[in-house]
């Protein structure tokens, strides 16, 4: 069974009350919290954490060990140990999508014809689905005059919320790129419409088409300020607007007044806005009086600058209320990095998936040791090799189609050869001198003994094999992408039989660490509302999970509106 939310954020008080018990729930776990599994095996980072716990996991399945961020536990596990899993989970906010009929009252979700759902796959067409209708019900409810799409991307809310719900809409987004095809792709949609009309006898009837707007938002003066010059040009003409060096358009320097006499009412919504732009838009809500209403949808919580962060100049965008700020409570970029996996995610993941997840944070970890002892100089700047393992899977989808015969015998005469050195030459950065044909050969052959796991005629050395292909290979791709060049004297394999021993104790330690990570997103999330509960009676602001967290796992709408 798994544990069930038993507090409430409805008021201030009692979402102080929750972030206070999180914070004490915690703290003795900040050594799981705050590492880095890159540094699993040259810190023995499963040393740190209770023996029981560690032997029992140990001989967990995959599929055991994939429930536990949702909360589940086994009848024979140590009583501390469930206690953890199922006291983790009461703390943590539900993510169930809300029903949104019986929030907001009247509305509905429309699905997105073929011209607007162009270029989107699954998971956004039923973001914007959803988040557009919230959006423009909201935008009635307050009578807004103009919503604004903060980090609009490609444009995806802003063109439905405008064609769709004929809303006046303008998207910012800092990348020039995404303004053009925001714009491109809006005109595509224009003239789709516009025939429609036509050919339904409509001619008199206006389209709303999405203004845009590129700038990188740096601060609430900044977003204030382009609000109001967005809502200061009307015509078509000026519709396309970039904000020179983030502080003049058409040679005019911007302003940021707010206007408590205003008649404007302009709406703030943001799609996974990205780090501190959420934050931002919050902050924003607060000050300016012309925004009626926010919906906040955040992601990459480590891009969040926190408080005592040693970047100069930085906006403190971790923690936000005062009631967090005396908790006295820090998160570090590696939990704040963490706060973003999913338990919905985990618990669908099939056991082939999760065996290979595993294996690939250990080749991570055990290349970690290969830097650390052949190249200490490169560990001082923390090397990021890229996500290697997406690259792996779809390399091995693509192989497996080789049979399974000739995977063994080509095996057998690889593994034979000496440690190969790498040469990576700056114009070819992948290439390597290991044989691309035995590359492929083990790629296949793991791929084929995952998914007939129990076939009895595989043998361990045959396992072992793949186990050292497919690390040197890892190795071969990471230090091309680090631009390091290869040494004589590497030996891959050696570092291979250093940590194998120890290699299985990676699922049950990431793991418990994972399931720490809704409970990381909850305190987060808790500190933006009680930021908005801190600003009085004035406003209203609740936390909802408006998408589906299987298909969107930061699914957690932070919406306010003034009373």
Partial sequence: MSGHCKYSCDTATQTLEWIKAIVDFVKPFTFLINAHVVNFFTDRHWEAVDKDWIDCLRRESIENLLLIPSGVVQDHWPDSLKEFVLTLRSLVFPRKQANLQMVFPGLQVISLNSVLAQGMNQKKRHEVEVLSAVVSTIAN???????????????????????????????????SHHGKVTDSRAERIRKHYAAQMRKFGLVNKSLNVPKTITCRVMSMNMLKALTSLSLDRDDVEQSKLIVQNNRE????????????????SLVLAGLHACGDLSVTMLKTFTECKEVKAVVSIG??????????????????????????????????????????????????LERDAGVHNFELHAFRAAFQMVLSKYYPEAIITSPSVGRQGKALRRQQQRRILGSHLHCEEHTRVCFVRKDPGIACSSSEPTESKLDDRSVAVSDVTAISRRNSFNNSTR?????????????????????????????????????????????????????????????????????????????????????????????????????????
């Fill in 141 to 175: 409810d307050v009578r807004a005059h103009t919503i604004v799409d903060v980090g609009a991307g490609q444009g995806y809310l802003a063109q439905v919320v405008s064609f769709q719900y004929q809303h006046s809409v303008v998207a910012i987004d800092a990348c």
């Fill in 249 to 264: 358009v058409d040679g005019r320097k911007l302003q940021s007044p707010c206007n408590a006499d205003s008649e404007t």
């Fill in 299 to 348: 992601c990459c919580y480590n891009l969040l600058s926190e408080e005592g962060s040693d970047i100069a100049g930085s906006l403190c965008s971790f923690p936000m209320s005062y009631g967090v700020k005396s908790a006295d409570f820090s998160l570090r970029k590696n939990s704040r990095d963490l706060a973003c996996q999913s338990a919905e995610r985990w618990r669908i």
């Fill in 459 to 563: 043998s361990e050395s045959s396992d072992a094999v793949d186990k050292y292909l497919l690390f040197g290979k890892f190795c071969h791709s990471g230090l091309c992408r680090l631009g390091l060049k290869a040494l004589d004297n590497l030996n891959f394999y050696g570092i291979w039989d250093e940590v194998e021993p120890f290699a299985d104790l990676i699922g049950p330690y990431w793991s418990l660490r994972a399931a720490l990570g809704p409970l990381l997103e909850t305190f987060i999330l808790l500190d933006r509302l009680l930021f908005l509960q801190e600003q009085g009676s004035s406003m209203e602001a609740v936390m909802l999970p408006i998408f589906d967290p299987v298909l969107s796992p930061r699914n957690v709408a932070i919406i306010a509106k003034r009373k």
